[in-house]
């Protein structure tokens, strides 16, 4: 039962929340993707080995919410990557506004360019969280997206960022919020035993205190620079963890 507890709790509340994400998505404002490359080097100081870096996933990856890709969670995660690795990070993000993990597969995946990287992020479950995608459905979706990036770039390692903590985003009126925080702690849960039954695939819940306003955007709805760099170094620190063990 615990699966379908979001729709049983959404079910009699339904005409108030349509008519609460209604009034949501007029009043949000609506901020662009990041601009510039969406490719680079950081950490081109470092005289190691060039470490290669691919994500793939929705509006974080797109970098809605900062002005670049350097500040968004792309660019984070190569610098963090290369401070503690002491190696430059070549990066590329393949992000879209907006796709749940099914939609990616048909408009994102066939831009990922098929050559080998050692690290992939894969991040999505917002849209899906906001479109009360199926369980079932979004475990099969999102293993998809995981076997098609598999399949493209051979990474080494695939890390699989946690559904983010709907229940704490700024923009999101009460219930609303509370039974979206609730669908995404159950897709979270699904993206979690996926990537522990997949080899290569590392799953890192993404534990960042979103109630601290300054980890927000402006539309308090995506990750701000403070944010992203707080998520990067909750990756790295995970990936090398990883490495080491």
Aim: hydrophobic residues 45%; contains cysteine; charged residues 20%.
């Amino acid at each position: 039962m615990r699966r379908f507890l979001p729709e049983l709790i959404a079910l009699p509340l339904l005409p108030f929340l349509i008519a609460q994400g209604r009034h949501t998505r007029k009043v949000t404002p609506r901020l662009p993707e990041a601009a510039g490359p969406t490719a680079g080097v950081a950490g081109s100081a470092h005289s190691g080995a060039l470490l290669s870096l691919l994500t793939v996933g929705e509006s974080p990856i797109a970098g809605v919410g900062v002005d670049s890709h350097e500040q968004a969670i792309t660019g984070q995660l190569a610098d963090a990557l290369a401070q503690r690795l002491h190696r430059p990070v070549a990066w590329r993000a393949c992000g879209k506004n907006g796709l749940t993990a099914r939609e990616a597969l048909e408009q994102l995946v066939p831009e990922i360019p098929v050559e080998a990287v050692d690290v992939a992020l894969v991040a999505f479950g917002v849209n899906d969280t906001t479109a009360f995608r199926p369980l079932s459905s979004w475990r099969r979706d999102l293993g998809n997206v995981l076997t098609a990036v598999q399949a493209r770039c051979s990474p080494q390692c695939v890390i699989v960022s946690g559904v983010p903590p709907v229940a704490h985003f700024p923009a999101l009126p009460q219930p609303l919020r509370w039974v979206m925080g609730l669908k995404a702690q159950t897709l979270d849960g699904a993206a979690r035993e996926l990537a522990h039954a997949l080899p290569h695939a590392l799953y890192v819940p993404l534990l960042l205190d979103t109630r601290d306003r300054s980890m927000m955007a402006s539309d308090g709805y995506h990750p701000s620079e403070k944010g992203c760099k707080a998520w990067a170094e909750l990756l790295a620190d995970a990936y090398l963890s990883r490495c080491n063990s």
